[in-house]
């Protein structure tokens, strides 16, 4: 398979004070990237300010993201998801930090958010393959509050560091954001991306983290789900084998089971899916975004 070289330029954004030019908030420098930023994107927000920063978050859609320290002193950074359901629109930024003896920092800035028209696939399938008998909708409905329950947690800890990496080297066979229409019936997009593999092929981690949940889930059927940290989870569903337990600290490139076709699945692969603090992302446009982390 042919590799793709991607470039990207910073784009700086000021907002100048509406007092002193020369007050606290000149010192705070932002800037994010890429410039086009659509639906189901992930784009970072870098700052650069006093090296002597006691903390520093970004304030983005209602939730509040830690920038973390980068390689080089006085620069710090953040990766923020945007759902692949966020509404089109210009939204709001904030950058705030504070320093010693308590001095505030500040950067507001505007966001673009662009619309995807999501490909849409249309099927007609049996009713037997598609309406839920109670019993299976009970056990999906408890299954998606478990999963949303987990998803609306936060580590503050970061247990990730660099660049990710795919979890098997399969092409993408459905991609991010496919709407499904089965019997005339809108579902629930496509939330990740899925990979060709054989049976049995290992999946390894992406990143560092913490095995958060493992089970085996009517739709997903045998599932790994690790906790990087700060909001910040991966998932590898349809496993033949699991090879790790809740809890357990995991390393870029370790083990989590191989791929099958387990649950709802009409083959071999390995869907993998990213969620940044609630936000459905596509994990190709966060694979992209982490190679140009600082740290």
Not at 48 to 67: C, D, M, N, R, Y
Not at 160 to 174: C, I, L
Request: hydrophobic content about 40%; aromatic content about 8%.
């Amino acid at each position: 398979m042919k590799k793709i070289l991607l470039f990207f330029c910073f784009i700086p954004l000021f907002l100048p004070s509406a007092g002193n030019a020369a007050g606290p908030e000149t010192q705070l420098r932002v800037e994010v990237f890429p410039r086009k930023i659509r639906q189901g994107d992930v784009f970072l927000v870098r700052a650069t300010g006093p090296a002597s920063l006691k903390s520093i978050h970004a304030e983005f859609q209602g939730k509040k993201f830690s920038l973390s320290s980068g390689e080089r002193q006085g620069s710090y950074e953040a990766l923020i998801g945007v759902d692949l359901k966020a509404k089109p629109a210009r939204v709001k930024m904030k950058v705030m930090a504070k320093g010693d003896g308590g001095k505030g920092y500040s950067k507001a800035l505007t966001v673009k958010v662009e619309k995807v028209d999501f490909p849409v696939q249309r099927l007609t399938l049996p009713r037997s393959m598609v309406d839920l008998d109670p019993k299976t909708l009970e056990r999906v409905n408890r299954e998606s509050k478990k999963l949303k329950a987990l998803f609306g947690g936060v580590r503050e800890e970061r247990l990730w560091k660099g660049a990710f990496s795919r979890p098997v080297e399969g092409e993408v066979t459905t991609g991010f954001g496919l709407r499904r229409v089965i019997n005339g019936q809108r579902k629930s997009p496509h939330t990740g991306v899925d990979l060709r593999a054989d049976e049995g092929t290992p999946v390894l981690a992406c990143n560092g983290g913490r095995v958060a949940l493992v089970g085996n889930f009517f739709f997903s059927g045998k599932s790994v789900i690790l906790d990087h940290g700060e909001g910040l989870y991966s998932m590898y569903f349809h496993l033949s084998e699991i090879a790790v337990g809740e809890g357990d600290r995991i390393h870029t490139g370790n083990l989590l089971g191989r791929v099958g076709s387990t649950g709802r699945s009409t083959g071999p692969h390995l869907h993998w899916g990213i969620i940044i603090r609630g936000a459905r992302v596509d994990p190709l446009s966060f694979l992209r975004l982490t190679k140009h982390l600082q740290d």
